[in-house]
């Protein structure tokens, strides 16, 4: 009889772990949509093990960041994109990129010095001044600053092909770390999705674009820019115009007159009001006895944060107090108690009023 029962019951427990199978399988499908049953064999791999398992995705593997923008997983792909551009960059840089060009123009910037220098030494070499050897000492050393840096670019052309290397090598393993983390990373996504439905399902076509789009923007932007520094000057300062500069700044200042013309006495309430916190909080830090505001202070941090910290305090007062800090500390105290004041007497009754408001509790 004992044995019927526990027969019965794990054929209702293989049941319910069927049921569970199913049901799981099932919001599985609904979750990815597209190559559900690959997705269902790796999520049972992942979800049969407690610590981090090995799974490779082949696809997110090859398209990289625009596959984790496309399942929504924008997090990971902002992190493989900034690897994959770095990589990008350096394999560009290497096999195609002016690696010299910074060098190359420091040369130019130092030649035009030594011209004038040169100038310089001719002009004291003929009137037979005192500082012919002082130019002739800058001549040689701009000279010698010159074959140095010439050197330094003819290094750092040979170096491309290292850099390619380097950048090659970076780029297989954010490929292979995309393949290996994208299966984990997704149903970890599943798992929320499972507690909160509202969270975007499926491979999203448009979401791939918009990554492609972005990795492109980002990818060209970063090559051009580190590549070929000289090509696109554009990319190295924030193309703006002065006269909307000015003109904007024009706009503000009469914004700021008009309140101060208009708002003047609501201005100057305000200010009474910051000014009577202020002065009362310094009258009581400042003008009560420093033994009995250091005595409170040490008081209310041992009720609030324990005796330790009533330590520190004490520790932290005396040092204000040997070294004559004592006025200036309490009237900072005064200040950050005004803050403390204005941020409770705005902040409570605006977050009573937007609590009462799903529009603005929603935002």
């Known amino acids: 009889m004992n044995s019927r029962k526990i027969d019965i019951l794990e054929m209702l427990d293989r049941k319910d772990r069927l049921d569970f199978q199913k049901e799981r399988d099932e919001a599985i499908r609904n979750f990815v949509e597209t190559n559900q049953n690959y997705y269902i064999e790796q999520f049972s791999k992942i979800g049969a093990q407690s610590k981090f398992i090995i799974t490779y995705n082949a696809i997110a593997g090859i398209l990289g960041p625009i596959w984790f923008g496309a399942r929504g997983l924008w997090s990971w792909a902002l992190a493989f994109l900034i690897i994959e551009t770095v990589a990008f960059v350096q394999i560009i840089r290497g096999l195609f990129g002016d690696l010299s060009a910074e060098a190359w123009t420091r040369i130019a910037s130092i030649e035009n010095t030594l011209d004038l220098r040169r100038q310089q030494l001719a002009s004291a070499i003929e009137k037979s001044t005192e500082k012919i050897d002082v130019y002739r000492r800058a001549v040689e050393s701009l000279e010698s600053n010159i074959e140095g840096i010439k050197a330094e670019a003819v290094a750092l052309d040979g170096q491309g092909i290292w850099i390619a290397l380097a950048g090659v090598l970076l780029l297989i393993l954010a490929k292979l770390s995309q393949s290996i983390f994208a299966n984990w990373a997704l149903e970890r996504r599943f798992s929320e999705w499972r507690s909160n439905p509202e969270i975007r ?22 090559i051009m820019h580190y590549s070929f520094p000289n090509y696109l000057n554009f990319l190295a300062e924030f193309p703006t115009d002065a006269s909307f500069r000015l003109g904007a700044i024009g706009y503000v200042e009469q914004f700021f007159e008009y309140c101060v013309i208009n708002g003047e006495a609501f201005f100057d309430a305000i200010t009474r009001f910051i000014r009577i916190i202020l002065d009362t909080l310094e009258t009581l830090f400042v003008g009560t006895p420093w033994i009995v505001v250091a005595c409170l202070l040490i008081l209310l941090t041992h009720l609030s944060a324990g005796p330790r910290m009533a ?49 603005l509790y929603a935002f």
């Open 311 to 359: 330590i520190y305090t004490t520790g932290f007062l005396s040092y204000m107090g040997f070294l004559g800090f004592w006025e200036k500390a309490m009237t900072t105290l005064a200040l950050l108690g005004t803050a403390a004041c204005l941020s409770i007497i705005i902040g409570i009754p605006l977050g009573m009023f937007c609590a009462r408001r799903n529009r």
């Open 201 to 222: 399902v499926g491979f999203s076509i448009p979401a791939m674009v918009i990554s492609a789009i972005f990795m492109l923007l980002i990818s060209v932007a970063a």
